[in-house]
């Protein structure tokens, strides 16, 4: 049998392998978790809501080069964001509380996760609504959810409770019975509200009328420099300002009432005078003061009183 041939050698060798070398390694800074890196040894970040600035570890004063930098607008965008985030969320509890809202179990497991959210709902009194009832006894102090257990509280005995509901209300201080009690309590607990309730000024509607029944004239005369001035107050503490009065819209009973405050109209740059409060229904008819729900007489009254608060006060030997 014919043999095949010995195959000849190859006249190109074989090229070793060559490994392939690491890039040599540079210095690198470890970013710290919450600090964005801003050369030179700086590392900016937030805390407690404004900007900050740390130097090889170490708090330091923001240097005002890098307060113009483009990290420090960008962080101070979302400072800003985060306050309006903030307001929002305040905004939006109070006015489930302003208006005897309902809230779903739901929403608060939704919500509790945000910072902002949880902050304003911590340790706000609140009761379990349901079919229709609302349990006042039942309440407490909310401080969380858990999809098992319910809705978590400590009660009026101080003691961890949870309310299984799928329904809860945060009711207004002025609905709420012994409410001293209850403020006694968060005091004796350590508890501090996110929200303004339980230590909310609150006002009870006379029993009988006042001089004019339609209208409260005890923040009348509140003299301001400029109206621009008793405007921007109004608006800064969260009230609308309409027709020249400061405005307080609730709802109560299932309807819409406002409560309006005179605080004068024109040129911005005149002085002006508080007038009366008085209130309106949904077709912006006038309510008698007695006849006025008990939430919507306390909020109007609360907005005048602090409005007032403001005024310009005459020095002694003025009018001499």
């Keep these: 049998m014919a043999k095949k041939p010995a195959a000849k050698p190859s006249k190109k060798s074989a090229k070793p392998k060559l490994k392939?070398?690491?890039?040599?390694?540079?210095?690198?800074?470890?970013?710290?978790?919450?600090w964005v890196d801003a050369g030179k040894g700086y590392e900016l970040g937030i805390r407690d809501g404004k900007l900050a600035a740390r130097k090889d570890g170490a708090d330091v004063t923001v240097p005002k080069a890098l307060k113009d930098s483009a990290i420090a607008e960008r962080l101070s965008a979302a400072i800003d964001f985060l306050d309006?985030?903030?307001?929002?969320?305040?905004?939006?509890?109070?006015?489930?509380?302003?208006?005897?809202?309902?809230v779903p179990r739901k929403v608060l497991e939704s919500v509790m996760a945000d910072d902002s959210w949880a902050a304003v709902l911590r340790d706000a009194w609140v009761v379990p609504v349901g079919e229709g009832d609302i349990d006042r006894e039942a309440g407490g102090f909310f401080r969380g959810v858990d999809a098992a257990k319910g809705i978590g509280v400590v009660d009026r005995a101080g003691e961890t409770a949870w309310l299984d509901t799928e329904l809860v209300m945060i009711p207004h201080p002025v609905l709420?019975?012994?409410?001293?009690?209850?403020?006694?309590?968060?005091?004796?607990?350590?508890?501090?509200?996110?929200?303004?309730?339980?230590?909310?000024?609150?006002?009870?509607?006379?029993?009988?009328?006042?001089?004019?029944?339609?209208?409260?004239?005890?923040?009348?005369?509140?003299?301001?420099?400029?109206?621009?001035?008793?405007?921007?107050?109004?608006?800064?503490?969260?009230?609308?300002?309409?027709?020249?009065?400061?405005?307080?819209?609730?709802?109560?009973?299932?309807?819409?009432?406002?409560?309006r405050y005179d605080i004068g109209d024109g040129d911005p740059m005149w002085e002006t005078e508080t007038g009366a409060l008085g209130w309106v229904d949904d077709k912006q008819r006038s309510i008698a003061v007695v006849d006025v729900p008990p939430v919507a007489y306390s909020e109007g009254m609360r907005m005048a009183s602090m409005i007032f608060a403001k005024r310009k006060l005459e020095k002694d030997g003025d009018d001499e």
């Design 84 to 102: 309006d985030h903030a307001r929002t969320c305040l905004a939006t509890v109070e006015t489930w509380m302003l208006r005897s809202l309902p």
């Design 20 to 34: 392939a070398k690491s890039a040599p390694k540079t210095a690198s800074r470890k970013q710290t978790p919450g």
């Design 176 to 259: 709420l019975d012994e409410v001293d009690d209850l403020r006694g309590l968060a005091v004796e607990i350590g508890v501090t509200q996110g929200l303004s309730q339980l230590f909310r000024e609150t006002f009870v509607v006379p029993k009988t009328p006042p001089s004019d029944p339609m209208e409260i004239d005890a923040y009348a005369n509140g003299a301001f420099g400029m109206l621009s001035q008793a405007i921007g107050l109004a608006k800064r503490l969260g009230y609308r300002v309409a027709g020249g009065a400061a405005v307080c819209r609730v709802l109560e009973r299932g309807r819409f009432v406002e409560a």
